[in-house]
């Protein structure tokens, strides 16, 4: 083996061995908006699904969180559910982040 062909294969060795060290995840959702959801007085909320897959090579690992008291998001199985409590709910239109 030749200077030039050890030189060669251990580029592509040092190549090889740096993409799978820098693997990333890539998170990829059914929709990136969800509403309005329309609730009548006293009535419930149907929690809104979002579907998320890992689009990327690395290690996915998902957690929501909520910027209102009455929105609570979960991570199950590949979903996020948003469930609301309704009966807090003041009269009008509210949003959440």
Do not use: E, H
Not at 17 to 40: D, E, H
Not at 45 to 61: E, R
Request: charged share 10%; no cysteine.
């Amino acid at each position: 083996m030749g200077f030039k062909q050890a030189v060669r294969y251990t580029s592509v060795f040092l190549l090889t061995f740096a993409a799978s060290a820098f693997a990333a995840p890539k998170l990829r959702l059914s929709t990136t908006a969800v509403g309005p959801v329309i609730v009548a007085p006293g009535g419930s909320i149907s929690a809104p699904v979002i579907d998320y897959t890992n689009a990327g090579d690395g290690s996915l690992n998902l957690s929501v969180k909520s910027s209102v008291p009455w929105l609570t998001p979960a991570v199950s199985g590949g979903k996020i559910l948003l469930n609301g409590a309704s009966g807090t709910l003041a009269q009008g239109s509210l949003r959440a982040l």
